[in-house]
């Protein structure tokens, strides 16, 4: 069952842009041992300059918990958003 967390998280990545390799929430670093899927958002339906476009990343980290974040890149200020932890 999915637990929604829905808090802005700082990330850092091995890449730039890129998925995450590390995330704080809440003063706590997680690292990430597995990618376990990706998915890119482009919402076409307004103008260029409205448009949200957000990579969606399922995570595992090295402790065995899995989450779902993404990356806000549009428009305004761009920021890292940690959805949910899904637990069993």
Do not use: C, Q
Not at 23 to 51: M, P
């Amino acid at each position: 069952m999915p637990h929604f967390i829905g808090e802005e998280v700082e990330v850092r990545s091995d890449e730039r842009p890129g998925a995450p390799s590390v995330f704080v929430w809440r003063g706590a670093e997680y690292r990430v041992a597995k990618i376990l899927g990706h998915r890119l958002a482009l919402d076409r339906n307004r103008t260029w300059y409205k448009r949200k476009h957000r990579d969606y990343y399922t995570v595992e980290t090295e402790a065995g918990e899995v989450y779902k974040l993404y990356f806000h890149r549009g428009p305004g200020r761009r920021y890292w958003f940690l959805r949910m932890r899904m637990e069993e």
